[in-house]
């Protein structure tokens, strides 16, 4: 049996175990329930204002997409990994499945391609059901040829915290401690990164301004909506206000360059620093797998 | 190691932070050995079958399942071993025939070939009417079951199981010591740890025992038995006991000692054959009435308490 096939196995057996725990369930049909009521409140309370123009309305699917993707996405990410690989230690199931011929990074392989490639599935869901409810609640849609981009965008920026709690889960063996310090930082660093933003709009000093971009939130939340703003052009600053980073106008400004040209700068430093976070979490979760006993059931 | 050496533990030490759980053990269990791995709890005996599957790190030696050492290849070492863990934990969301269905899957088998294991697997560990229930409704001794069917699913040359009749009933435990008596029959070679001596001195052709990390014993079980029996000694109960017949047992070539107990004789033997015809006419010669007399050689339960205590 080939490395694939080992790996596709785990894969499989890690949907199973994931779909078979109602808090990940539970959690899918909040994010959903969240992504309709945002819509259905910016529907009924922003009509008529200054945000919701009638150019604005062919974009709402942008936003809709987005709310979904934010808070309930990433702790759906965070709970998914959490418990990938600390369950089965908890479990006491680690030993049955790492007694089989399997090698321990095509088991790592499996159990994480598995857990996200279902937060894949979610998201894709999430995405589909923000496109279907800006349709029903604006009216017709305009660049729906970049949702498959917007979808991928948004599983590419929500590797940052699903390689962090897939991290923990492992370094620590324990499902509810790996997911309180990955939820832990998830808050922390979106705080951080407010703080750090808004000390270099107040001081103009640009190690807060570098800083701010270094912290995981800033290139897990701007990801899809800078590359929306790569591809598309957006005609409200109201509504661009509400999904962008709130540096670029200011930097725009201050260094005399157009959005466009910050937008793409931004962009090219949020896909590399998602990358980075990822590759270096996924690296201590491995090294920790192959150079530890596999601890006996902790639970 | 010897060609037919199908686990090899070579000068293998473990430790838990400062605690040397394993000192520098050895042994090989060859084809068609049915190996009892005896030792009081915290001897060392699952850290020894930990290490036998790759899941621990000794921190010296090595281990070597089928002449390939499991750490550095688990595919090729574990493809053809089969293993019931102590008391396991399977993963309830799956059902009995979901989860034989999930190991095939892990060994490669082929769908039809799973197919055909899965039933006639739970069907040999009297589980076929639960195969279609989900494993969180198992009781304990069902879950045990079930895990030796697991360990079966890739027809193992080497079957590792740690105490696999801890949590059966009596019928279950009589049921899966023949399992295991025919399965070393047809040729696979059976690892197992036990405290039940009784079971291990029934199905085992070979044992080793293990104390405090270290290995006291390993060998065939006859000899375990020799080397630790210091004599043989008969159990005479007399309707009376008389100073002239002590006296008179005392008295024969090949008795050791003779010691008395209520209205018991115990008789030990300067060899380590059966004289219990001799000594009844003994008896008789002395006007005994005898109610019984049996010869007591040594169990594995004595031979396994002397080798704790450091020898014979």
Redesign the interface.
Known sequence: ?SAI??IT?IV??EW??AL?KKSVLALIILAVAVQTLILTLYSQFTAGTMFLTEEVKPFMWILGVLQGQGLFVQLIAIIIAGSTMSEEYE???A??????????VEYLSGKFLGGFSLLALVEALTTVVGVILASWFFGPQNGLQYVPLMFLAIVYSTLIFFCLSFMFSEALRRSTLAMLIALAMLIASSIISQLLAWLYITTSEYLYFYLSRGIPTWGSNYFPSLLMRELMTIPSTTFLNLINDPLIPIEAAKRGVSEAVLVREALQQAAIIVAIYAIIFILVAAYRLLK???TK?TA | MSSHSVLTVSNLTKYYGKFRALDSVSFTVDKGWVYGYLGPNGAGKTTTI?IL?????PDQGEVQVAGINPARD??????F?G?A?EL????T??TGEQLLD??G????LSPQARKEKIWQLLDLVGLKEWGKKKIGNYSKGMVQRLSVA?ALVNDPMVLIMDEPTIGMDPEATAHFRSLFTSLSKEGKTIFISSHLLDEVQRICTHVGMINKGKIVFTGPIEQVLEAFTQQWVVEAELERVTETMVSSLKKLDFVDDVRVEGNKLMIALKEKKDFRGEISSEIFKRKGVLLSLNLHKITLEDAYLRALKGGP
């Open positions: 049996m096939r080992r196995v499989g057996y199973r175990r078979a479990q006491g199931t030993d049955i499945l790492l007694s089989k011929p399997i090698t321990r530890s006993d596999v059931k | 930990r599957l790759g899941l621990l790190r688990p595919v090729n070492a574990l493809q071993v293993y863990p396991p934990t399977l993963q969301f799956f999930f190991m899957k892990m060994f490669g697991l």
